[in-house]
């Protein structure tokens, strides 16, 4: 599943709750697996793909 480049009003934290998560914002990746989350300030554009069987 990919969620397009966007931005939010409020703060965000993204995790997968299974599978990995895969977040660009800027010129940043991060992979983040089931023990990991991404605190995203609001306004940064970011898009998010999962891999395999994940969900976030």
């Known amino acids: 599943m990919r969620f397009k480049r966007h931005s939010h009003r409020l703060h965000q934290?993204?995790?997968?709750s299974s599978g990995?998560?895969?977040?660009?914002?800027?010129?940043?990746r991060w992979v983040l697996?089931?023990?990991?989350?991404?605190?995203i300030p609001s306004g940064v554009q970011h898009e998010a793909v999962s891999a395999g069987a994940s969900s976030s």
Do not use: E, H, I
Not at 13 to 16: I, Q, S
Not at 20 to 28: E, H, I, K, P, Y
Not at 33 to 39: E, F
């Open 33 to 39: 697996p089931t023990a990991r989350a991404l605190w």
């Open 20 to 28: 990995t998560l895969s977040v660009d914002a800027g010129t940043q």
């Open 13 to 16: 934290l993204a995790w997968a």
